[in-house]
């Protein structure tokens, strides 16, 4: 854990919250202790059950600080931002994520080249990003995950932010008026599994 305090925001879905064991599982790579891990899942369950009504969809907002001290507040749903690639941050020559209106966005960007997908992440930890390699792999497609360089993308068909809180988030490449614009289609990588992903985490109009 860093100095300052870890933040996660998870979409809440008619008064429940999508992959909730794969949200707890994607805790394990912060090295928490077990006593935290239980506290973390004892508040979730209180927020769920005081501060969520069954008709709620909005983002539950976890906190943690240096102190180890753990904070649940519930806010509410922001537009799903519109992205392109002029939004895509780089860091080290490797494009590590996208940024919109000045803020970082939390997420993992995912290439579709060829029929193949490609994450641009060292690893994949977050519910999201582990659901969309799954889906894509149960679909056939084939998925590689590692950082890419900007130039890498040159070929790219299609791309979208895999997101805890806004679910799938197109950006937009060069010039198409829509993310599946160019060579891509229905039938295409991302558009597959942007509709797989949409029926687990609703777009955000």
Request: with cysteine.
């Amino acid at each position: 854990m860093s100095d300052n305090t870890f933040s996660l925001r998870w979409r809440v879905v008619g008064g429940r919250i999508p992959l909730m064991g794969r949200h707890l599982r994607s805790l394990g790579p912060l090295g928490l202790s077990q006593p935290l891990a239980a506290w973390i899942r004892t508040r979730l369950e209180w927020a769920l059950a005081n501060l969520v009504s069954a008709r709620d969809d909005a983002v539950l907002c976890l906190a943690i600080d240096p102190a180890h001290d753990v904070s649940v507040t519930l806010e509410p749903l922001r537009a799903r931002p519109e992205l392109s690639l002029e939004c895509l941050v780089e860091a080290g020559e490797k494009v590590t994520g996208a940024v919109w209106e000045g803020e970082s966005l939390e997420g993992v960007l995912f290439f579709e080249r060829e029929g193949c997908l490609y994450a641009s992440a060292p690893r994949l930890d977050s519910a999201v990003s582990t659901l969309t390699a799954d889906l894509a792999r149960t679909l056939g497609i084939g998925v590689e995950v590692g950082c890419l360089s900007r130039a890498a993308l040159a070929g790219a068909e299609a791309a979208f932010l895999a997101s805890n809180e806004f679910g799938c988030v197109p950006v937009r490449l060069g010039g198409q008026e829509e993310w599946l614009g160019g060579r891509t289609s229905a039938k295409s990588a991302c558009a597959r599994l942007k509709a797989c992903l949409e029926q687990v985490i609703p777009p955000v109009a």
